[in-house]
């Protein structure tokens, strides 16, 4: 299932996918007693955010992750993490539980032993809504990124370090395989640049050119100007 969603304006389409990830985490959590919830970090999501930490949800059993983070210190304005606590761990959302993505050492491979077990047992995610740069890249994967084949390997490890000559600092990211088993995926875009890129995406040979091909079928994608 491919669908597009265009919304008449950047109020309608925050408001739109954040009452949409309310159902869907309702809904897990009416299932089984938890959910887990990947967001993206960037300049797009902390609208969406300010609408969702509001939801009337048992946050308290809510998993919250990224996507990606930029191996920056919180004290960074370009730290993801630094975005999601203050944008969606707030209001009702702050009983959720934050799943860490970062920690203080020289390189992000000196850390992916101590995230992962926390991220693997929140998996498999059950709301992951991904953003895109202009350069097609989702989450932290990135074209000609160095370890991007292997992030869309079918067999890759859920968490992989990634440098990329866009990307200003090195990333840890979740790889194809997680973000693709998710049980709902949301791809968030607001603006022309995206939606032009969004196409593009479509049309290219591969997911190596567009990495966000590998989850344009399978998800939503909710749009404004
Ligand atoms: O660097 C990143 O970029 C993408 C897109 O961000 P935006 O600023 O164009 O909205 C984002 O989805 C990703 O999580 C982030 O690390």
Known sequence: MSDFITYDSRDA?????A???EEQLRAALAAKGTASLAVPGGTTPAPFFHRLRKAD??????????TDERFVPEGS????TRLLREHLLQDNAAAATLVPFYQLAEAPEDVLDSLRDAIEA?????VCVLGMGADMHTASIFPEADLLAEALDPQAPILLPMRAPNAPEPRL???APVLQAAKAVHILIAGADKKTAFARAQSANSPLEAPIRIVQEQAITHYAD
């Open 13 to 17: 389409l925050f408001q739109g996918l």
């Open 19 to 21: 009452g949409t990830v």
């Open 57 to 66: 949800l048992n946050w308290a059993n809510v998993r919250v992750m990224l």
């Open 77 to 80: 304005e370009r730290s993801n």
């Open 122 to 126: 929140a998996l498999p995610l059950d």
């Open 173 to 175: 990211t979740l790889t």
